[in-house]
């Protein structure tokens, strides 16, 4: 099943941690927020690593 992932930007400071872990799944956009891309993979299991690694926890996943 898809998952939903939820970005909160005022939260997200932009240090593009999640982006390192998880290119299949993240990117930074022009104000430095991070956001899922068009094409983001959510089953990839780095989509976890990334959540789990946002130092502000800014990437919530609803099952
Ligand atoms: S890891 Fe968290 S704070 Fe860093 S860019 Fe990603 S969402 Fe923003």
């Known amino acids: 099943m ?3 992932i939820i970005i909160n930007k005022e939260v997200c ?3 593009g941690t999640c982006v390192a ?10 104000e ?3 956001e899922l891309k068009d094409d983001a993979d959510l089953e990839a299991s780095c989509v976890k ?3 789990d690694a946002c130092p502000v926890e800014a990437i919530k ?3």
């Open 13 to 15: 400071i932009g240090c």
């Open 21 to 30: 872990l998880c290119d299949k799944a993240f990117k930074l956009n022009d």
């Open 61 to 63: 996943i609803e099952e």
């Open 32 to 34: 430095f927020k991070a």
């Open 49 to 51: 690593e990334a959540v």
């Open 2 to 4: 898809a998952k939903k």
